[in-house]
């Protein structure tokens, strides 16, 4: 694939990027290097190759969910600072127009 400083523009519209012209050649020559190991990469037989999903093949081993300790309403509200009997009580941080 040819790179052109027009491909430089689209890619840096497409990711909301702004791209002084001093940096255009430096992407160009950087992309067409990654272009080139991408092309490397194309050469290579993979016909045989299972797709890698994983990179190992351990496999997790999950406990099944207990419920251990239940807390009620009044030791989980005991250590707030601020709250009133139901609900945690914090500073308003959105403030709406």
């Not at 694939?1 to 950087?30: C, F, N, W, Y």
């Not at 194309?42 to 045989?48: C, F, H, K, L, Y």
Request: cysteine-free; charged content about 35%; hydrophobic content about 40%.
């Amino acid at each position: 694939m040819k790179l052109s400083p027009e491909t430089i523009d689209k890619i840096a519209h497409l990711a909301r990027l702004e791209v002084q012209e001093d940096e255009k050649q430096g992407l160009l020559d950087d992309m067409s290097k990654i272009l080139a190991f991408m092309d490397k990469l194309n050469e290579v037989d993979t016909s045989g190759v299972e797709p890698l999903v994983y990179m190992n093949d351990e496999i997790n081993v999950l406990r099944d969910d207990e419920i251990n300790q239940e807390i009620t309403r009044a030791v989980g509200l005991k250590n707030a600072p601020k709250q009133d009997g139901k609900f945690f009580r914090v500073a308003k941080v959105i403030n709406k127009p």
